[in-house]
């Protein structure tokens, strides 16, 4: 692991961690029981900049580029279950032997897949705007247009392509938040729809069972692709708490950071 760096600001400290598949980036911030968050796709640890300094009141709260994203190392084989072994290799390297897992979107399914293969190296559990991916959902994901996949333009127009098919579901008045979505896609070049290929392949039927900590399942209620998740994802789990974030959209984790990151506090404590 490499030596901390401060850069951030809010007490985020920076590192590495290597793992079989290359070097992980994560950023950090507190002390405390250990967090760890994962990010949407084609997000990085950015989409938690915000709720690392709430989480740090009472954790040490981690937030890593999944492997292939971010400033993590570039993956040849994106899967759910290679972004997972990852993970658990992280923990690994930081000499972490149980955690609490957060993920948003494509991160709870990464969490998932965390929880099922490893379940005595995460205590606790949080699923925000997380997918249930069963064979009905991969069937409809299947023949799907391409999310975030713009064909670069001599004239610049793939940029105003990639921040017009994701406008309708941020905030409006919020061009910050979509300036740092659209630096993280253009950060991964011909790979920006690898994580969502990932998903749509998962099988998470065959391994949610598997998971037995317990969980909290976040929803945000103007989120129109995975807010009607919501209850099938909570029915497979067991007792899970449910909490719903009215108004929230995609990019939840910054549009209502603190509101977020002290629910996942609660739940935690």
């Known amino acids: 692991m490499s030596a901390s760096r401060t850069g951030a600001g809010d007490g985020i400290h920076f590192g590495y961690a290597g793992t079989a598949r290359g070097q992980v980036h994560y950023a950090e911030c507190g002390k405390g029981p250990p967090v760890v ?53 992280l923990l690994d390297a930081l000499g972490l032997p149980e955690v609490a897992l957060v993920g948003h979107h ?21 699923l925000s705007s997380t997918p249930y991916v069963d064979a009905e959902a991969r069937e409809r994901r299947r023949d799907r247009p391409p999310i975030d996949a713009v064909a670069a333009d001599p004239g610049g127009a793939h ?9 309708l579901y941020y ?5 910050d938040l979509l300036t740092r979505f659209v630096r993280d896609a253009l950060a991964l070049g011909d790979d920006v729809e690898k ?42 789990l067991n007792a899970a708490t449910l909490a719903v974030i009215e108004g929230g959209m995609i990019p939840l984790m910054e549009q209502r950071s603190a509101e977020v990151g002290e629910l996942i506090a609660r739940f935690l404590t």
Do not use: N
């Open 37 to 89: 968050l994962l990010h949407q796709t084609p997000r990085s640890w950015d989409e938690y900049r915000e709720v690392l300094p709430v989480l740090g009141r009472t954790h040490r709260a981690i937030a890593m580029d999944t492997i292939g994203f971010g400033a993590s190392a570039p993956l040849d084989d994106h899967s759910i279950e290679a972004y997972a072994a990852a993970v658990v290799e």
């Open 195 to 236: 994580g969502h290929e990932a998903v749509a392949r998962y099988r998470m039927e065959d391994r949610i069972g598997l998971v037995r900590c317990r969980t909290l399942c976040v929803g945000a209620s103007a989120d129109p692709f995975v807010f009607p998740d919501l209850r099938i994802l909570s029915s497979q």
């Open 106 to 126: 494509t991160g709870g399914v990464v969490a998932v897949e965390v929880a099922a293969r490893a379940p005595e190296r995460v205590g606790a559990l949080v």
């Open 159 to 167: 940029l105003t392509e990639l921040w017009r098919r994701r406008q």
């Open 171 to 175: 905030p409006p008045g919020r061009p």
